[in-house]
C-alpha cells in the first residue's frame, strides 16, 4: 500500500507543477521535491481529470491488480514517455485510460479452487492438492 500511495503522491505532484488542482487523491500533502524532468504541461492539463481519478484508485484502500499499479510506476518513471518527452507516439490520455482499466478490473479468481481434473505442465502433473501448495 505505501509503494501505491507513493505513486499517488508523484500523480499530486505532477498535478501540482502544472498548475492542476490535485483534487479527489487522498493522499499527502503535495510538498516537497518538483518533478526532475521538464513536464509537457499541455497534455498532463488536457488529462487532468483522468489522471487525478488515477490518483485516486491508487490511493484507495484495498486490493489492485498489480498490473494497472507497474502501467502506472511506468508511465511516472519513463523518462521517454509521455508526460516528459515531446517526440513520445504514445497519447498520454490513452495511456492513462489503459492504466485505469487494468487497475480497476477485478482480480482474478484463484484458479485453483476451480479445477475439476489435474492440469498438465511439461514433465509434471498437477493435482488439486499439489497446485494449493504452489
Known amino acids: ?3 501505491r500511495r507513493d505513486l499517488a503522491t508523484s500523480v499530486q505532484r505532477i498535478l501540482a507543477a502544472t498548475g492542476e488542482p490535485p ?3 487522498p493522499s499527502r500533502t503535495v510538498t516537497g521535491h518538483p518533478p526532475r524532468l521538464p513536464l509537457r504541461r499541455a ?3 488536457q488529462a487532468a481529470g483522468p489522471l487525478a481519478q488515477l490518483g485516486g484508485f491508487l490511493a484507495a484502500p484495498g486490493p489492485v ?4 499499479v507497474a502501467m502506472i510506476s511506468q508511465l511516472l518513471a ?3 514517455g509521455p508526460l516528459y518527452h515531446e517526440a513520445c507516439t504514445k497519447v498520454l490520455a490513452d495511456t492513462i485510460e489503459n492504466a485505469t482499466r487494468a487497475l480497476t478490473r477485478q ?10 481434473r489435474p492440469a498438465k505442465l511439461p514433465g509434471r502433473i498437477l493435482c488439486r492438492a499439489n497446485v494449493r501448495k504452489l
Open 1 to 3: 500500500m505505501r509503494f
Open 23 to 25: 483534487a479527489g487523491i
Open 43 to 45: 497534455p498532463i492539463r
Open 65 to 68: 491488480p498489480v498490473q494497472g
Open 78 to 80: 519513463d523518462g521517454t
Open 107 to 116: 482480480p482474478p479468481e484463484h484458479r485453483a479452487e476451480t479445477l475439476s
